[in-house]
């Protein structure tokens, strides 16, 4: 019985994860976290009995005390909860599924403490992948990546530790906007862009997607997951999400890791690897297919990509600059305070403003990001 720890367990990716634990029968989960879903996160304790759980919010977790009074488990809160889910003794595992930058001390503890990490946050190496990298080499502790491209990025690569990269392509389906022009995006809706035409995700990640913001941020991810170098990371709009990434070596070969558009493969994969087991569920069916297309990414209309290998060149804080005024700028167009333009306009302007910090300590990219939401606070809100 393998025993994993889950952080953001309400969230897309924690429920596709509890699926897996559900059908598979010999996982057990000791711990979990979560935002402030205590409804379904006492569903969740129900039926998965964890040890250890924590919510955001102590208001929410002395309520969620009460509802489970009747069972042996622990409720903690706060950064303080995060960190105590991602050091929990009996895991072996930590899925990090948080969204954002809190994922960031969780996962350097889970790293000090041994554990394997199945990354969903990717936050949390755009950031800090200089921090983070480093600290598992010297603990010998796997990364493991959730996210469907890097998962497939890390299958091809299965067998080839002495191979030379020449490029990684990384495949993006390109969102709900693929070939419109910019002046046609001045009047998108929340509604528009949270209507994503392969996957369902939750609503941040959605509308990331939709602006290639998300692309930007796994283009970092995969810079430091992989090793490489950023001109080594090609992104390739495929708009059937079939082919989820590929690897080209020094000899041409190109290797991809093709399937349907189902969150729960990659997921599994990383927490049985290098196993793999029987997943439910749609096969792919390349005569249904017919074709599988191809196009460049469109920077113009959709500068968010463009903007992340400026940030990822410009390097130290710069970064967190770019992803802390991007889940801003993300929270006031959910929230309709913002135009859905003014996202990618925002990010450039904070990028352009930031004070550099070239080999930043983990206070300083929390200040980082402190004082992007001050500024945005300050000039948009």
């Not at 070239?358 to 004082?371: K, N, R, V």
Request: hydrophobic share 45%; net charge negative; charged share 25%.
């Amino acid at each position: 019985m393998k025993k994993i720890a889950i952080l953001g367990s309400t969230g897309s990716i924690g429920t596709q994860t509890l699926e897996i634990v559900r059908e598979q029968g010999d996982l057990a989960v000791t711990a979990m976290a979560a935002g402030s879903n205590i409804d379904l996160l006492e569903q969740q304790i129900r039926e998965f009995r964890p040890n250890l759980v924590s919510v955001w919010d102590e208001e929410r977790a002395k309520e969620l005390r009460v509802r489970t009074a009747d069972l042996k488990v622990q409720i903690a809160s706060g950064m303080d909860g995060l960190l105590a889910v991602a050091t929990e003794p009996e895991s072996e595992i930590l899925v990090t599924a948080i969204v954002g930058m809190l994922g960031i001390r969780p996962t350097i503890a889970a790293i000090e403490a041994g554990k394997t990490i199945a990354l969903a946050n990717k936050e949390t190496l755009v950031t800090a992948g200089h921090l983070i990298m480093p600290l598992a080499k010297e603990k010998n502790v796997m990364i493991l990546p959730v996210d469907s491209e890097h998962s497939a990025i890390f299958q091809s690569l299965a067998g080839a530790a002495c191979n030379r990269i020449h490029k990684i392509l990384l495949t993006a389906s390109g969102g709900p906007f693929r070939g419109k022009r910019k002046s046609e995006l001045a009047g998108v809706q929340v509604e528009d862009a949270l209507k994503h035409p392969n996957w369902a995700m939750g609503r941040k990640i959605t509308i990331d997607s939709s602006t290639l913001v998300n692309k930007g941020l796994e283009v970092m991810e995969a810079k430091w997951l992989f090793g490489v170098e950023l001109d080594q990371i090609e992104v390739v709009v495929h708009p059937q999400s079939v082919i989820h990434s590929a690897v080209e070596y020094e000899d041409g070969a190109v290797i991809a890791q093709l399937g349907t558009p189902d969150m729960r493969l990659p997921i599994q994969y990383a927490l049985y690897y290098p196993q793999r087991r029987p997943l439910s569920g749609e096969r792919l069916d390349l005569f249904s297919l017919g074709q599988l297309t191809f196009e460049r990414p469109d920077t113009e209309t959709f500068p968010g990509l463009a903007l992340a290998y400026e940030a990822m060149r410009r390097g130290g804080n710069i970064p967190t600059v770019y992803n802390a005024a991007n889940e801003r700028a993300v929270a006031l167009f959910l929230e309709r305070k913002i135009r859905y333009p003014q996202i990618t306009e925002i990010i450039a302007s904070c990028m352009e403003r930031a004070s550099f910090i070239g080999d930043p300590a983990l206070d300083e990219i929390l200040e980082t990001e402190a004082s992007v939401y001050r500024e945005i606070a300050d000039r948009w809100q």
